[in-house]
């Protein structure tokens, strides 16, 4: 859904500002880039639409277990265990 870096920031941002501040933010961070990659002389390379979860993994992790916690659930985060080829 989200598969560009760009399009992933949009609800991020409209969910704490609003909508009208999140396309002015996504346009300026157009507008930024457009104005950085002739000056490094490169090309433009996105990150990809998960690249602010991989980026903030105990952020998203928090955020997920508060989510889960307001209607009033117990939440325990453990790491799951690397799975092991059969033999």
């Given amino acids: 859904m989200r598969s560009t870096s ?6 991020r941002i409209a969910a704490r500002r609003g ?9 300026h961070r157009i507008l930024v880039r ?16 998960n ?7 105990a952020l998203v992790r928090r955020r997920l277990v508060r989510r889960l916690e307001h209607p ?3 939440v325990a985060v453990e790491p ?3 799975l092991t080829p059969a033999a």
């Fill in 6 to 11: 760009l399009a992933a920031q949009f609800p």
């Fill in 19 to 27: 909508k009208q501040r999140a396309i002015v933010a996504v346009g």
């Fill in 34 to 49: 457009s104005d950085h990659l002739p000056a490094e002389e490169r090309e433009y390379a996105d990150l990809g639409g």
């Fill in 51 to 57: 690249s602010f979860d991989e980026r903030e993994r």
């Fill in 72 to 74: 009033g659930l117990q």
């Fill in 80 to 82: 799951t265990q690397a």
